[in-house]
């Protein structure tokens, strides 16, 4: 299994432009979240999804849109980039045992986002 | 001041020592986690605390829910276990949906 993935790794993007980041898990978990990862910040939740078709906002949401039309897959969308969004994105995914964020979560191997 | 506050912030050591980092946090929570976050950026999940203790391998977590604190030890620590440690909680306020994540521990161990 290739646990989570997350496409692309590195992105360079200029102020105004559009992009979308892929994360994909093949352990059939039902819930996936996207966050970002900022020098003296920690770890930040910006969306995430209890089902297939389902999405809600986590804490830093502003910017950003999501979409899972498929269970394995969780889209995350910048329409306007801003330098404010340079970053390290990471995806997880995590078993239905329960309520969400209650059981272990696996983590893909991150995306560095810079914004020019 | 944080609701999720660990300690040491930084921690070197000499391989074979053992090793503790603390995690105490203000909000009652149901879950907590460990996380390891390597130099090269992965982040992998070492545990999912509600209750008590669990070991895996070299690692060990515990958590007092009621004292709001939990610690990772590590025994024989090797220059491998060289990472961040993170723990984070999840909160019992109804309606948070989200983790609460700690500042992390950076934790070197010299050869």
């Known amino acids: 299994n290739a646990g989570v993935t997350q496409t692309p790794k590195f992105r360079v993007l200029k102020t105004g432009q559009s992009m979308t980041l892929l994360c994909a898990q093949d352990?059939?978990?039902?819930?996936m979240y996207w966050y970002r990862q900022d020098p003296g910040m920690g770890l930040r939740l910006i969306h995430y999804?209890?089902?297939?078709?389902?999405?809600a906002k986590g804490e830093v949401p502003d910017g950003y849109n999501v979409s899972r039309l498929k269970k394995q897959n969780f889209l995350l969308g910048l329409e306007s980039a801003a330098p404010s969004q340079t970053s390290v994105y990471f995806c997880?995914?995590?078993?239905?045992?329960?309520?969400?964020?209650?059981?272990?979560?696996?983590f893909g191997p991150g995306t560095r986002l810079t914004v020019l | 001041k944080n609701e999720v506050e660990q300690s040491p912030q930084n921690l070197t050591a000499q391989e074979g020592e053992f090793i503790t980092i603390n995690c105490s946090y203000s909000?009652?929570?149901?879950?907590l986690h460990w996380l390891q976050q390597h130099p090269g950026g992965g982040i992998v999940s070492l545990f999912m605390?509600?209750?008590g203790k669990k070991k895996h391998g070299r690692l060990i977590a515990t958590i007092n829910i009621q004292e709001k604190h939990s610690s990772l030890h590590i025994t024989a620590s090797h220059p491998r276990d060289s990472a961040v440690y993170i723990c984070?909680?999840?909160?019992?306020?109804?309606?948070?949906?989200?983790?609460?994540f700690g500042q992390g521990t950076r934790l070197t161990i010299n050869p």
């Open positions: 909000v009652g929570i149901s879950a």
């Open positions: 999804s209890v089902g297939e078709g389902t999405t």
């Open positions: 984070a909680g999840k909160p019992i306020i109804q309606g948070a949906q989200k983790l609460v």
């Open positions: 352990m059939n978990h039902e819930y």
């Open positions: 997880a995914s995590s078993p239905y045992h329960g309520a969400p964020f209650t059981d272990t979560q696996y």
């Open positions: 605390l509600s209750s």
